[in-house]
């Protein structure tokens, strides 16, 4: 970025009078220097060019032929190429194999699907497969079917913390050490696991030139500071010896250990979808910054005992726009992962119903209810509450969980209320599906149950909170009402920026479409914002990036 004079008179339209005749291109050809709005947006959408602001005779004009701002006049601001694959770290493009510094993050039940993860590796972007909530079975098949169709490109997998299901992170890490998975999103995480430990050390090892290697990569998404730093650590002793002495990691590995942090990336979960502390970016992104900074070069920090190391730190949440994006990335985010826009993609596995429900909705159509999977510590997901009452409903079980010490407590009329408008059916009934679905799943649950009926109340609850993301995947016309859709405030922001454009209509909202006009948009933005910091005011008309235009017989932008 050259260091020109300020420009303090606007850039508008310069009135057909008062052109200079020889500087107007002959018909059919178009100016090098552009004058209109949507002139000067088509030289700030040339990416792969450097902008220049010129003064001639005609007065202010943009140009991104050098030559032309040679011959022009004066040279009174200008910025560099900037294509999507600058945006963010060189280091995570180049340490996860991707071309952009974009991750699409997991949605649980499987929603950040096989397709979706397929679309975007293809496309040259990290995706991570939503694996929290689905059966090890069914991880199994996912990872396989992704690692065969990616061809070799890289892929993550979702590691949620389940504090009362811990047989659940055992069988993901089994499935993603068997298939070779390289890189998980541990996502929810309060505390340090076993699990999360083991995978990373799994992949450690000496390179040929004797420096520490960490071939298993970890993405953690979080929204505190001392959870943070957790991950920013090397992993705790405490939790290493057991590894070792169970034989699920070597010797060697558990004294590289020492050596490395245990995570790759740090990303700051802001106001998102699903499990979220509604942090705003602009606060969080930064704190973890400094923290990574400060902990860089103290003992155990994230520099490692070699040290060399040094943690990235993205950004998530509200990332629905590309100023959004932009944003992010001008506070200092290393990468971006988006969430909710990606809910109503093609290859997202939600129903038909469902991704209508989100395309329709707005910023402000977010609520926060209880969730599933923490349901007893209190623990809230933020969902969508246009079109559906679960927020609701999942609150009021949740006052009821917290009134009463078992079901047995709860007044009749208060009961036969729950059986009629929410579980649809007697809540032994209920109880004896759950002895069913958890007798294979985790056995231990129901065993903990027995003995104690404020758990069994527990496990009845979610019972519902659990099979009403199921009803909204599965699209359960009688359930509409009831479906949980995890979703945040990005989902309405996207909405309005796409409004009118190719990306409205639900057919053509494919993942790996949405990242790259995010991504683009976030680098015209960029450029934007470059030019008004030397002083450049331009009009609205000619800043505004949005996707192409929607006509039916119009294909995408290649």
Same mark, same amino acid.
């Given at each position: 970025?050259?260091?020109?004079?300020l420009v303090?008179?606007?850039?508008? +339209?310069?009135?057909?009078?008062a052109?200079?005749?020889?500087r107007?291109?002959?018909p059919?050809?178009?100016?090098p220097?552009?004058?209109?709005?949507a002139d000067?947006?088509?030289?700030?959408a040339?990416?792969e060019r450097?902008?220049?602001?010129?003064r001639?005779?005609?007065g202010?004009?943009l140009?991104?032929?050098?030559?032309?701002?040679a011959?022009a006049?004066?040279?009174?601001?200008?910025?560099?190429p900037?294509?999507?694959?600058?945006?963010?770290s060189p280091?995570f493009r180049?340490?996860?194999g991707?071309?952009?510094?974009?991750m699409?993050?997991?949605?649980?039940? =499987?929603?950040?699907s096989?397709d979706?993860v397929?679309?975007?590796?293809?496309?040259g972007?990290?995706a991570?497969?939503?694996?929290a909530?689905?059966?090890?079975?069914r *991880?199994?098949?996912?990872?396989?079917?992704?690692s065969?169709r990616?061809?070799?490109?890289?892929?993550?997998?979702?590691? &949620?913390h389940?504090?009362?299901?811990?047989?659940?992170?055992?069988e993901? &890490?089994?499935?993603c050490l068997?298939h070779?998975?390289?890189?998980?999103?541990?996502?929810?995480?309060?505390?340090?696991?076993?699990?999360?430990?083991?995978?990373?050390?799994? !992949?450690?090892?000496?390179?040929?030139d004797?420096r520490?290697?960490?071939?298993?990569? #970890?993405?953690?998404?979080?929204?505190?500071?001392?959870?943070?730093?957790?991950?920013l650590?090397?992993? +705790?002793?405490?939790? *290493?010896?057991p590894?070792?002495?169970? !034989?699920?990691v070597?010797?060697?590995?558990?004294?590289?250990?020492?050596?490395?942090?245990?995570?790759d990336?740090?990303t700051a979960?802001?106001?998102?979808?699903?499990?979220t502390?509604?942090?705003p970016?602009?606060v969080?992104?930064?704190e973890?910054?400094?923290?990574?900074?400060?902990?860089?070069?103290t003992?155990?920090?994230?520099?490692?005992?070699?040290? =060399?190391?040094?943690?990235?730190?993205?950004a998530? !949440?509200g990332?629905g726009?590309?100023?959004?994006?932009?944003?992010?990335?001008?506070?200092?985010?290393?990468?971006?992962?988006?969430?909710?826009?990606?809910?109503?993609? #093609?290859?997202a596995?939600?129903?038909p119903?469902?991704?209508?429900?989100?395309?329709?909705?707005? *910023?402000t159509?977010?609520a926060?209810?209880?969730?599933?999977?923490?349901?007893?510590?209190g623990?809230?997901v933020? #969902?969508?509450?246009?079109?559906?009452?679960?927020?609701?409903k999942a609150r009021?079980?949740?006052d009821?969980y917290?009134?009463?010490?078992?079901?047995?407590?709860?007044?009749?009329d208060?009961?036969?209320?729950?059986?009629?408008?929410i579980?649809?059916?007697?809540?032994?009934?209920v109880?004896a599906d759950? #002895?069913?679905y958890f007798s294979?799943?985790?056995?231990?649950?129901?065993?903990?149950?027995r003995?104690?009926?404020?758990?069994?109340?527990?496990?009845?609850?979610?019972?519902?909170?659990?099979l009403?993301s199921?009803w909204?995947?599965?699209?359960?016309?009688?359930?509409?009402a009831?479906y949980?859709?995890w979703?945040?405030?990005?989902?309405?922001?996207?909405?309005?920026?796409?409004?009118?454009?190719?990306?409205?209509?639900?057919?053509?909202?494919?993942?790996?479409?949405?990242?790259?006009?995010?991504?683009?948009g976030?680098a015209?933005?960029s450029?934007?914002a470059?030019?008004?910091?030397?002083?450049?005011?331009?009009?609205?008309?000619?800043?505004?990036?949005?996707?192409?235009?929607?006509?039916?017989?119009?294909?995408?932008?290649?």
């Amino acid at each position: 970025m050259v260091s020109p004079p300020l420009v303090t008179t606007p850039l508008v +339209p310069t009135p057909p009078a008062a052109a200079s005749p020889a500087r107007l291109a002959p018909p059919g050809r178009a100016t090098p220097l552009a004058r209109t709005p949507a002139d000067v947006h088509r030289v700030l959408a040339d990416l792969e060019r450097p902008v220049y602001v010129v003064r001639d005779a005609a007065g202010i004009a943009l140009t991104g032929d050098e030559q032309a701002a040679a011959t022009a006049g004066q040279v009174l601001a200008a910025a560099g190429p900037l294509p999507p694959r600058r945006l963010g770290s060189p280091a995570f493009r180049r340490d996860h194999g991707v071309d952009q510094a974009y991750m699409a993050g997991s949605m649980a039940n =499987g929603i950040a699907s096989t397709d979706l993860v397929v679309n975007l590796a293809q496309a040259g972007y990290l995706a991570s497969f939503g694996a929290a909530g689905v059966v090890a079975a069914r *991880v199994e098949e996912a990872l396989a079917d992704i690692s065969r169709r990616v061809g070799g490109r890289p892929f993550a997998c979702n590691l &949620i913390h389940s504090p009362t299901e811990a047989a659940m992170e055992r069988e993901a &890490i089994d499935a993603c050490l068997r298939h070779q998975v390289r890189c998980i999103e541990a996502s929810a995480f309060l505390d340090l696991t076993p699990q999360v430990v083991r995978y990373r050390l799994a !992949g450690l090892h000496r390179g040929p030139d004797g420096r520490v290697v960490a071939a298993n990569r #970890v993405v953690a998404k979080v929204s505190r500071t001392e959870v943070a730093e957790l991950f920013l650590r090397p992993a +705790p002793e405490a939790l *290493v010896r057991p590894l070792v002495e169970q !034989g699920l990691v070597s010797a060697e590995q558990a004294a590289l250990a020492a050596a490395v942090p245990l995570a790759d990336d740090i990303t700051a979960e802001a106001d998102s979808g699903g499990h979220t502390d509604r942090r705003p970016l602009a606060v969080l992104l930064p704190e973890l910054l400094a923290l990574r900074d400060a902990l860089r070069d103290t003992p155990g920090g994230p520099g490692g005992a070699g040290g =060399g190391w040094s943690v990235r730190v993205g950004a998530a !949440g509200g990332l629905g726009t590309p100023r959004a994006v932009a944003a992010a990335f001008a506070l200092g985010a290393d990468y971006v992962v988006t969430g909710s826009v990606n809910q109503s993609s #093609v290859e997202a596995a939600q129903s038909p119903a469902t991704k209508a429900l989100l395309a329709q909705a707005s *910023v402000t159509d977010c609520a926060q209810a209880p969730s599933a999977d923490m349901f007893e510590i209190g623990a809230e997901v933020q #969902v969508l509450s246009r079109g559906t009452m679960f927020a609701s409903k999942a609150r009021r079980l949740y006052d009821l969980y917290h009134r009463y010490d078992g079901l047995d407590d709860i007044p009749a009329d208060e009961r036969a209320a729950l059986e009629k408008r929410i579980f649809r059916r007697p809540l032994d009934d209920v109880w004896a599906d759950t #002895v069913t679905y958890f007798s294979t799943r985790d056995p231990e649950q129901i065993e903990r149950a027995r003995e104690s009926p404020k758990r069994r109340m527990a496990l009845v609850f979610r019972w519902y909170l659990g099979l009403s993301s199921g009803w909204s995947i599965g699209g359960a016309a009688d359930r509409v009402a009831d479906y949980q859709v995890w979703c945040g405030p990005a989902m309405g922001a996207f909405n309005t920026w796409v409004r009118g454009s190719v990306l409205e209509p639900l057919e053509n909202r494919h993942a790996a479409a949405i990242a790259t006009e995010l991504m683009r948009g976030a680098a015209f933005t960029s450029r934007v914002a470059a030019l008004a910091q030397a002083g450049v005011r331009l009009p609205a008309a000619a800043t505004t990036y949005r996707p192409l235009p929607h006509r039916p017989e119009q294909e995408r932008r290649p």
